[in-house]
């Protein structure tokens, strides 16, 4: 029995689906079952069973999982306190975020950090930010990435940077000839938003209840690239971190306007849980970062 697959037991049971575990471990959804199964073999016992399309542990699986997570956390902190005796930066880097952020804010970090590091292996996941809270608890995960990041125990918080928040709309859009608008201007108007649940809309919902100004959500989504391609058919307007509307400014699907009567500003932090070893890996992550 190896560590590897004890690794794949672990995430298979956190992410309840076996192609997830098949991704973040870098194998195929075949290779997820064999090591399963091999588990299975060698304690004679069930280990999972799927629950309404969801992998769920047995209580013989969880015992495992309590276990095997103990084990693994074990080894990674060991290896990472051992790669600190060497020359040659190497090993892992597991990071999650959200979309947002993952693909206009880490893009060029990815890159500089990848050509001078190449042996270390980078692992990005996209995730609700409360999943990026509990993955970085459980040390599933070495970094999150979130916005409006809040203070929880056992998590620190570095600040990353600040994101200025613009309204967006479509060419043919009454405000579309405008370079501003007051939040007092869009009273009444259809707007194409982030779920509830999602820290910048909760945000903004506050400042708009603080200007008393009224908005009709005629889409609440989970993704910024979808909320642009609705902006762009028409749908209504929207709010959005300006590093993700930059493209489509260029290209002139998407018209953006500052709003001037409130400064908008969407903050990122970085969490790792308090008291984590960083590896020299995600120590230098973190600095190209910073």
């Known amino acids: 029995m190896h560590l590897e697959t004890l690794q794949v037991f672990c995430d298979l049971v956190e992410s309840g689906s076996f192609?997830?575990?098949?991704?973040?471990?870098?194998?195929?959804?075949?290779?997820?079952?064999?090591?399963?199964?091999?588990?299975?073999?060698?304690?004679?016992?069930?280990?999972?069973?799927?629950?309404?399309g969801r992998v769920q542990p047995t209580p013989a699986g969880q015992l495992l999982y309590q276990a095997s997570k103990d084990i693994t956390a074990r080894y990674r902190e060991l290896r990472e306190q051992l790669q600190t005796f060497g020359t040659t930066v190497s090993g892992s880097v597991r990071i999650a975020t959200v979309h947002s952020v993952g693909l206009y804010e880490l893009t060029e970090p990815l890159k500089s950090f990848l050509k001078a590091y190449p042996q270390v292996n980078v692992h990005l996941e996209y995730s609700r930010s409360t999943?990026?809270?509990?993955?970085?608890?459980s040390g599933r995960i070495d970094l999150g990435i979130v916005a409006y990041p809040t203070r929880r125990s056992q998590i620190a918080?570095?600040?990353?940077?600040?994101?200025?928040?613009?309204?967006?709309?479509?060419?043919?859009?009454?405000?579309?000839?405008?370079?501003?608008?007051?939040?007092?201007?869009?009273?009444?108007?259809?707007?194409?938003?982030y779920e509830r649940d999602i820290p910048t809309r909760r945000e903004l919902d506050r400042v708009l209840r603080r200007k008393k100004v009224t908005v009709r959500y005629v889409?609440?989504?989970?993704?910024?690239?979808?909320?642009?391609?609705?902006?762009?058919?028409?749908?209504?307007?929207?709010?959005?971190p300006e590093p993700t509307i930059k493209q489509e400014v260029k290209s002139r699907t998407l018209c953006a306007l500052q709003i001037s009567d409130e400064t908008l500003l969407r903050p990122l932090g970085i969490l790792h849980r308090q008291g984590r070893h960083f590896s020299p890996a995600v120590e230098r992550f973190v600095a190209e970062l910073q």
């Not at 999943?131 to 608890?137: G, P, S, T, Y």
Request: net charge neutral; glycine share 4%; charged share 30%.
């Open 157 to 193: 918080i570095i600040p990353f940077r600040e994101d200025r928040l613009v309204l967006v709309c479509a060419p043919h859009h009454p405000l579309a000839r405008r370079r501003s608008v007051a939040l007092s201007e869009i009273d009444g108007e259809n707007i194409v938003g």
């Open 19 to 52: 192609s997830a575990a098949a991704t973040q471990n870098f194998i195929t959804q075949s290779a997820v079952s064999q090591q399963v199964r091999a588990l299975e073999t060698r304690f004679d016992r069930r280990l999972v069973e799927r629950t309404k």
């Open 131 to 137: 999943k990026i809270f509990e993955d970085v608890l």
């Open 219 to 240: 889409m609440e989504l989970d993704n910024i690239e979808t909320i642009k391609r609705i902006v762009e058919m028409g749908a209504g307007i929207a709010i959005v």
